[in-house]
């Protein structure tokens, strides 16, 4: 059973281009969440997806827009990217709610914006 | 503002030792996950705690919830080389739907 996987694995841009990051969800899984994660800090909710729509989003700016699709993988876009942009981004799926929804992270993507 | 604060920020001590992290807020939570995540690599859920005074042991880790579900500590007896890590503390709040709130997270450093 193949956890989550996140794609590419490592990305340089440079300041004001656009990217795109990819996730699969664990098998089962119906709801996908993005998270920002600075050097050496916590992850931060950028948003999530549930049945193909945004169900809920952090305090992030409309740069950062997602897409869920039919099989639940999921898509993280950036647009005018900005150094402070660079981070390692985590996917993560879970299913069910409830107090003891769990959530299963992919290894991230790291991207650095020069 | 972060809703979790951790402590220390970072630890650095002889492999054997014992320590504690704590996961700390003024703020109730459903649950309360705890996480080690490795340098390149996510975050990997090691516990999930749900009521308040919960003690859960995984080998020589335990994880305490707080009797009024606002803090939670971790203790690793006699620390190996192999717990080093980012250990991060996850509370999780019910609204129309479920959100998780990390911490900044304790930097662990086992030295053999």
């Known amino acids: 059973d193949a956890g989550v996987t996140q794609s590419p694995t490592h990305l340089i841009k440079t300041r004001g281009q656009q990217v795109t990051l990819r996730c699969s969800p664990k098998s089962g899984h119906d709801t996908v969440s993005w998270y920002q994660q600075a050097l050496g800090q916590g992850p931060q909710f950028i948003f999530q997806y549930y049945e193909e729509e945004e169900r809920q989003r952090g305090n992030f700016p409309d740069r950062f827009s997602g897409h869920q699709f039919p099989n639940y993988s999921s898509e993280l876009n950036v647009n005018a990217l900005l150094l402070g942009d660079s981070a390692l981004y985590l996917c993560a799926s879970s299913s069910g709610t409830g107090v003891r929804e769990t959530q299963y992270f992919g290894p991230g993507t790291r991207l650095l914006v020069l | 503002t972060q809703l979790l604060e951790q402590s220390p920020q970072f630890l650095s001590i002889q492999e054997g030792e014992n320590l504690t992290v704590y996961c700390n807020s003024s703020?109730?939570?459903?649950?309360l996950q705890w996480y080690r995540q490795e340098p390149g690599e996510g975050p990997v859920l090691l516990v999930t705690v749900v009521t308040g005074g919960e003690v859960k042991k995984l080998k020589r880790l335990t994880f305490q919830f707080g009797d009024a579900r606002k803090d939670s500590s971790l203790h690793i007896t006699a620390a190996q080389p192999g717990d080093t890590g980012l250990y991060l503390c996850a509370g999780l709040k019910e609204y129309n739907f479920n959100k998780f709130y990390f911490g900044s997270g304790t930097k662990l450093n086992v030295k053999p």
């Open positions: 703020s109730v939570f459903s649950s």
